[in-house]
C-alpha cells in the first residue's frame, strides 16, 4: 500500500506541479510525505556571500532550507503529514534520490519533469529520467505545464511483462483508495495476429476489478508507436494519471533504444506513473 512518500523538489515549476499532484494523492491515500531537496552547492560557494551567491543565481544553502520548509508548509496546509530534508550531494543528484528512498523506503517517488528535449536527455542524461531508471519503487513523473487532473481517471498500459503486472496491482489500489475508474490499454507494437492482446487486457481488468474498469481496449499501435497510443487514451479518456510498468534493460539499451515508459516521460499529457519490475526482466 502506498503509505509513504517521497517527493523530490528544487526550484522548478516543474516541482512546484509535483508536489500540487503529491498533495492531491497523500490527502487522497492519507499517506504521509517526506520532501527532499539535494542542495547542489558549488565547491567554491563558501568562498563567498549568500547576497553575492543570489545574485550569480547559485543556491545557497539558507535558499535549499527556505524550498523544503515551503514545500513542507503548503503539504501541512493541505492536511497531509510531512516533513523535510536537505542534502548534499555526494555523487550525481539522481543517486542521492534513489538514496533516500531507498535508506528510508519510500511506496512511491515523486518528482517533476526537468523538461529537456528527448535528444538533450538522450545524450547527456537527466535527473528524472536516471531517478525513474534506478528508483527501487514506483516513481509518479509529473511533466511540465500539467493541467489539474482527476485522479479518479486512470489510465493503465499493459503488456504482459512483469512490471506491467505489478503496475495493474497499483491500479487495482489506486483505484479501490480514490473511487477511481480505469481504462485498460494494451497497444500491441506489431500485428494483433501474433499476440494474444485480448487475453492480456482481460486478465487486467479481472485483476483491477470490473466495477472499477470503464473500458478495456485493444489495439495495433505499429511498430515503436506504442507509447503514441497510450497518449492518445490518455488524452481521450481525460486521465488523470497514466500508470505503466518499466521493463529492465541494459544502460546502453535504454540510451539506444528507449523505451515505451522513457518515451512517455516526454509526451504524457498527465502524471505518468512507471512501476519497476520486481525482477528487472528485459525488454523485448
Known amino acids: 500500500m502506498i503509505q509513504r512518500v517521497l517527493l523530490a523538489v528544487d526550484h522548478s515549476r516543474h516541482a512546484e506541479d509535483a508536489a500540487r499532484v503529491a498533495a492531491d494523492l497523500a490527502a487522497a491515500l492519507h499517506a504521509e510525505v517526506r520532501v527532499l531537496h539535494v542542495h547542489e552547492a558549488a565547491i567554491t560557494a563558501s568562498m563567498f556571500s549568500p547576497q553575492e551567491l543570489e545574485r550569480a543565481s547559485v543556491e545557497t544553502a539558507e535558499a535549499a532550507d527556505r524550498l523544503v520548509e515551503r514545500t513542507v508548509g503548503r503539504l ?44 538533450r536527455a538522450l545524450l547527456v542524461g537527466g535527473v528524472t529520467r536516471a531517478v525513474v531508471q534506478e528508483a527501487p519503487c514506483p516513481v509518479l513523473v509529473v511533466p511540465r505545464h500539467t493541467v489539474p487532473g482527476d485522479l479518479r481517471r486512470l489510465v493503465l498500459g499493459v503488456d504482459g511483462s512483469a512490471g506491467a503486472a505489478r503496475a495493474v496491482d497499483l491500479t487495482a489500489e489506486l483505484a479501490a483508495r480514490l473511487g477511481a475508474t ?39 499501435a505499429g511498430e515503436g508507436a506504442v507509447a503514441d497510443a497510450l497518449r492518445e487514451e490518455a488524452l481521450a479518456f481525460a486521465a488523470g ?36 519490475s520486481p525482477a528487472h526482466d528485459v525488454a523485448a
Not at 543528484?93 to 528510508?104: C, G, L, R, Y
Open 76 to 119: 501541512r496546509g493541505r492536511g497531509v503529514t510531512a516533513s523535510g530534508s536537505v542534502r548534499s550531494p555526494d555523487g550525481a543528484t539522481a543517486a542521492q534520490i534513489v538514496s533516500a528512498a531507498t535508506e528510508d523506503p519510500a511506496d512511491l517517488l515523486v518528482v517533476g519533469s526537468l523538461g529537456a528535449s528527448r535528444w
Open 182 to 220: 480505469a481504462l485498460v490499454v494494451h497497444a500491441v507494437d506489431g500485428s494483433l495476429e501474433d499476440n494474444e492482446p485480448d487475453a492480456i487486457a482481460a486478465a487486467a481488468a479481472d485483476a483491477v476489478g470490473h466495477d472499477r474498469i470503464a473500458a478495456v481496449r485493444v489495439r495495433a
Open 241 to 276: 494519471l497514466l500508470v505503466v510498468g518499466r521493463r529492465g534493460r541494459s544502460a546502453v539499451q535504454r540510451l539506444l533504444l528507449g523505451g515505451v515508459s522513457e518515451r512517455l516521460l516526454h509526451t504524457a499529457p498527465c502524471p505518468l506513473l512507471v512501476v519497476p
